[in-house]
């Protein structure tokens, strides 16, 4: 994989499942337009594996992020070349789903004389298998087919440029896999394109000039303790320092009161469980019980829990939350 330079900036987004992690994406993909003056950006999932399910055969697709900016699941696209590229999801902002497979074809139309002319094998059934099931050569195809659209990969021009790419990952493991992704791959293929290419990536994943991770939980007590696992795991593979996102984050519904009132507030509802307010008053307190864990050294932003709104409109209420944030990108 011969990557070249690109000015993309890189957003991985991840955390453990029904966090709101894919909401956050796309919030984070409008933040950022918004931030950078209307830049355009790109939003990409990536496809887990899913070889028993036919993922071998089946055209890529993007529903999570369909739903999350409100389109309809049939909008997905129906061959492999419709696949490959973005497609506009909201002005400004393109969205995709990464497969192995794009990749893969990707890389070997820019790496290898006739590559083009292997696209047909790849796509047969038992190579596709093969390559799914090979360790590290599914998540090699994924990142290929980003830096295909980014446009740092040798031979391929996307339609168009992005100031910003945000990468919504699958789970925790899938973020780790990736970080340990260039020492794996170096087993099978120690030398030659592939190997450098590689190095690249994990070089631009590792530096804070060149990439952002973002790690969104949940304002309570286990999440908190899963994140502050994640946290010394991504530490420990020399991830730059992740900005944390706490999602849903409860609203105060004594929010501007004076701290005397607010003490009030609180013995008032000690002494009655039930009165009306209550469980928003405990969730609050709970809330900044769990997140007082959260290193101090680290950027956290309270993402507003908006259950009235959904599609767009909740996106573009929580990017609101994030704007600030994204628009001091380091």
């Keep these: 994989m011969r990557v070249i330079a690109t000015p993309t900036r890189l957003h991985f987004v991840l955390g453990k499942g029904g966090v709101g ?16 003056g209307g830049a355009a950006v790109l939003v990409v999932e990536m496809d887990e594996l899913s070889t028993e399910a036919g993922g071998a055969d089946a055209p890529g697709n993007f529903p999570a992020l369909l739903r999350a900016f409100g389109h309809a699941e049939s909008e997905t696209p129906a061959t ?14 393109d969205a995709a789903r990464l497969t192995a497979a794009c990749g893969h ?16 094998a790849l796509r047969s059934r038992p190579i596709r298998r093969f390559l799914e099931s090979a360790p590290a050569f599914h998540e090699m195809g994924q990142m290929a ?11 391929v021009s996307p339609p168009r440029r992005y100031a910003h790419a945000v990468v919504d990952l699958p789970a925790t493991g899938h973020a780790l896999a990736l970080a340990e992704l260039p020492d794996a791959a170096r087993k099978i293929i120690p030398v030659g394109p592939v190997a450098r290419g590689l190095a690249e990536v994990q070089a631009c994943m590792r530096d804070p000039r ?13 999440p908190v303790s899963e994140t502050l696992e994640l946290l010394e795991a991504l530490r420990s593979h020399g991830q730059p ?9 409860p609203a105060d519904p004594f929010d501007g009161a004076e701290p005397a009132a607010r003490a009030a507030a ?7 469980p039930e009165v009306r307010g209550a469980r928003a008053f405990r969730a609050l307190i709970e809330a900044r019980e769990a997140t007082a864990r959260l290193p101090e050294t ?19 209420a929580l990017a609101s939350a994030l704007r600030p944030t994204a628009g001091g990108v380091r």
């Design 298 to 316: 680290l950027t956290v932003v309270r993402s507003p829990h908006r259950p009235d709104l959904s599609g767009q409109a909740l996106l573009t």
């Design 105 to 120: 074809e990707a890389f070997l139309k820019s790496a290898l004389p006739g590559g083009a002319m292997l696209t047909g």
């Design 21 to 36: 992690r894919t909401t956050t994406a796309g919030a984070l993909a409008l933040a950022l337009r918004e931030a950078s």
């Design 241 to 249: 320092a992740p900005r944390i996102v706490v999602n849903r984050w």
């Design 80 to 93: 492999p070349e419709e696949a490959f590229w973005p497609r506009p999801v909201a002005p400004g902002i």
């Design 266 to 272: 609180a013995a008032l509802v000690a002494r009655h």
């Design 210 to 222: 060149r990439s952002d991770v973002w790690v969104v939980t949940l304002p309570e007590t286990l």
């Design 145 to 155: 087919h980003l830096a295909a659209l980014v446009g740092a990969l040798d031979g």
